[in-house]
């Protein structure tokens, strides 16, 4: 097995991520995506080096099948979990629009509005990060949602 | 009168019987008996093996063992291969060469691991040893094809050269056509790790053509298939062979033609490369495969069924590295046919997906175990385990010595029960008595440690990833294992009370890593400053240890005992513990 090339050095910086949300809706956005991801896919393993390989074995084999991304989602109080691939929606609001329809509920997020005087329609949806962190969806741009996200979380409010 | 006797032997004598006696381990031994057979052994010791090259330093091995004709350094920590140790840590080999060019005129074997070797190096090399016979550079980095042209042109009776898995700068394919006609004298040549352009086909043949003693050949990638014949007839006597690219357009008479090479290598035991294979080239290979013992195919990205087909014409196969296409379907047919079987590797061919893209678990490896009772060195990548599987595999295989596993998924729990996999490794290392490495994985608590520092004493290199609950797990390894040699942890909740209650193991260790855990400035520091026969060195590339608390975590540690004291060739992210080196600066 060789020995990895020195752009697998680059991955940790946080510039990694060549295009703007504002470009990219001008782009094809799945090449951007592949681009930008074809490593950070499997987040955040391969940013820690993990598994343990040569790099180049795992290089050569990983013929970028890219064109999909699952995460795991749980709603609270239901142990199984669904599988939902974010590459197949292309904004929040699509993605929205998905787990509402999936767990038949009301979805709060970033930008959402909430009739306060029903709140037990609602359900927060949050998202685990890189560093393990639950944070709200809908805060970053889409494309560095993708890049940070490692599973769903539907909560109730 | 009997004690006269005793001592009556001339020196001749006894470095006669020191001659036949080959290993490190022994000739150290030999040489703690008394003072006299300590001078005659370190007069007549030829090979040298270092495993860390800043254990010692050039100038305390050539003092001692005047000598030496073979020489052995390994450099970088082995999480080096997965890029955890940043460039520029270290490992330099110019300075032993320096050295040695000057003490060792006769130095004919250089074997390097994991070290950065320049041009400059191998130029100096070429010019200062007039008998050099061996080179392998297994790992190593940091040299071009210019200082390959310089070995091949001048060393005159090189026998080996040996470039396995080498960063390699490629500037010219012509490097090969240095070899002088006169150099007939190449028992090994490994260039599987070189690039496209660097190797002049027509110099190879040329080559291969002249050395009758060829008997190991690893060609590389860019060599297509249609050469192979070529190679093979020019060499049959080859006894281990490397194929570049092994695919083509089906087409009768390049099968035929390397159908029948393969066939007139009558001593052909090992093959590997195998890039871009096209299963239908795959039967040329059926005439020597029954001679087969080891298969290298982590590069063949073929499916179950051809390597169905392959393994089942290879009874002899005592080794076999294999991506997980081979699935657990695969693993059932080699443990059927291939009883002698002592080694298996398996790789994930998508070691980044979310879902598993083949159909290879646990069972696989289990199918392995029940099949092939002399299983002694296994490394394999799956997405589940259970304790189940592995007691399985621990009562099947006593034997082994070498377990790797890597769940892909850090932290998976036993798939079947959901409990951490501490039983299922406490399997291995009851019944394995014999097991000398480990590398765990899955949801492991401190009760896995326990179990290790019971019964793994013969252990020599752990490697633990994702585990672990206090330093009462890092307590239980450093204190239990007797032979521990190597230890490298990442990601594991362990921090300063293990290490500081066992600061004395450390000494009786070749290394140890930790990265990512929880051990912090302060008790680095303390190390340093109480251990003055280890060298602890923190790696940071973010900031200087000391700009934070002393309580904060570092985020690298590299331990080891060294009695060259701290080395003066630290990048700026490094930072030695060393209370000598801290009132330098």
């Known amino acids: 097995m060789g020995r990895p090339t020195s752009s697998s050095s680059s991955i940790d910086s946080p510039n990694h991520f060549a295009f703007s949300s504002t470009a990219s809706s001008q782009r094809d956005l799945t090449t951007d995506l592949r681009l930008g991801l074809s490593i950070s896919i499997a987040p955040p393993f391969v940013r820690e080096q993990w598994p343990p390989m040569k790099a180049a074995v795992a290089e050569e084999e990983h013929e970028c099948n890219s064109s999909t991304f699952y995460v795991k989602v749980y709603m609270e109080g239901i142990p199984i979990g669904r599988k939902l691939d974010l590459l197949a929606h292309e904004s929040y609001y699509d993605l929205i629009r998905t787990l509402e329809h999936m767990f038949h509920t009301n979805i709060i997020w970033a930008e959402a509005e909430m009739d306060r005087d029903h709140y037990e329609k609602y359900h927060v949806l949050t998202y685990e990060d890189k560093e393990g962190d639950w944070m709200m969806v809908g805060d970053v741009p889409w494309e560095m949602f993708l890049s940070a996200v490692r599973r769903l979380k539907i909560s109730k409010c | ?585």
């Open chain 2, 1 to 585: 009168m009997q004690k006269e006797m005793a001592y009556s032997f001339p020196d001749e004598v006894l470095k006669h019987v020191f001659s036949f006696i080959q290993s490190d381990k022994d000739r150290n031994a030999v040489s703690l008996v008394c003072k006299s057979w300590y001078e005659i052994e370190r007069w007549c010791r030829r090979k040298v093996f270092i495993g860390n090259c800043y254990a010692v330093s050039p100038r305390m091995v050539i003092r001692r063992f005047p000598e030496v004709r073979s020489i052995e350094l390994k450099g970088k920590p082995h999480f080096a291969d997965f890029n955890l140790v940043p460039d520029g840590w270290g490992g330099y080999v110019l300075q032993w060469i320096a050295e040695m060019a000057g003490a060792y005129p006769w130095l004919g074997e250089i074997r390097l691991k994991r070290m950065v070797v320049t041009d400059e190096s191998l130029e100096l090399i070429a010019k200062s040893f007039k008998n050099f016979k061996v080179l392998v550079l297994f790992s190593c980095e940091g040299f071009s094809t210019d200082g390959l042209a310089a070995i091949a042109a001048s060393c005159k009776n090189l026998r080996e050269l040996d470039l396995r898995e080498s960063e390699v700068d490629d500037l010219s394919g012509h490097w090969l056509a240095q070899f002088p006609e006169t150099c007939t004298s190449l028992v090994s040549l490994n260039i599987s790790c070189l690039g496209s352009d660097e190797v002049s086909f027509s110099a190879l043949e040329r080559l291969v053509d002249r050395c009758p003693n060829l008997r190991s050949l690893q060609l590389n990638r860019a060599v297509t298939l249609d050469k192979i014949a070529n190679i093979l007839r020019r060499a049959p006597q080859l006894v281990d062979f490397g194929t570049g690219n092994y695919a083509a357009e089906l087409q009768p008479d390049v099968f035929s033609n390397l159908a029948g090479a393969f066939s007139s290598c009558k001593e052909l035991k090992s093959l590997s490369g195998f890039w871009d294979v096209v299963p239908a080239y795959l039967p040329a290979l059926y005439s020597i495969c029954p001679r087969l013992t080891s298969l290298n195919l982590s590069y063949a990205t073929i499916q179950s069924p051809d390597l169905i087909k392959l393994v089942s014409h290879c009874p002899r196969l005592q080794r076999l590295l294999v991506l997980d296409y081979v699935e657990d379907s695969g693993l059932e047919e080699l443990a059927s046919s291939c009883k002698d079987l002592q080694e298996l590797r398996v790789f994930p061919s998508d070691p980044f997906g979310v879902e598993p893209n083949v159909s290879l678990t646990e069972q696989g490896l289990v199918a392995v175990s029940l099949g092939c009772p002399k299983l002694q060195s296994v490394l394999y990548f799956c997405r589940r385990m259970s304790n189940a599987a592995l007691v399985t595999i621990a009562q099947n295989c006593p034997n082994l010595t070498r377990f790797r596993l890597c769940i892909i998924e850090p932290k998976t729990p036993d798939y079947l029960t959901l409990d951490p996999l501490d039983a299922g490794f406490g399997a291995i290392v009851e019944h394995c008595k014999d097991l000398r490495r480990l590398s765990l994985s899955g949801l492991l608590t401190d009760h896995v440690f326990e179990y290790i520092g019971t019964y793994g004493k013969k252990l020599e290199m752990l490697s633990v990833a994702f585990a672990g609950d206090s330093d009462l797990g890092l307590h239980h390894v450093l204190s239990g294992c007797e032979s521990l040699r190597k230890l490298e942890i990442r990601d594991c909740p362990f921090g300063d009370k293990a290490l500081l209650a066992n600061a004395a193991k450390l000494e009786t260790m070749r290394s140890l890593w930790m990265s990512s855990c929880a051990v912090s400035f302060g008790a680095c520091k303390l190390l340093g400053q109480k251990m003055p026969k280890l060298n602890v060195e923190v790696i940071d590339e973010t900031e200087p240890p000391d700009s934070r608390p002393e309580s904060y975590p570092v985020d690298k540690l590299y331990i080891y005992k060294s009695v060259a004291g701290p080395r003066f060739d630290m990048p700026p992210f490094v930072w030695s513990m060393d209370e000598a080196v801290k009132i330098l600066h």
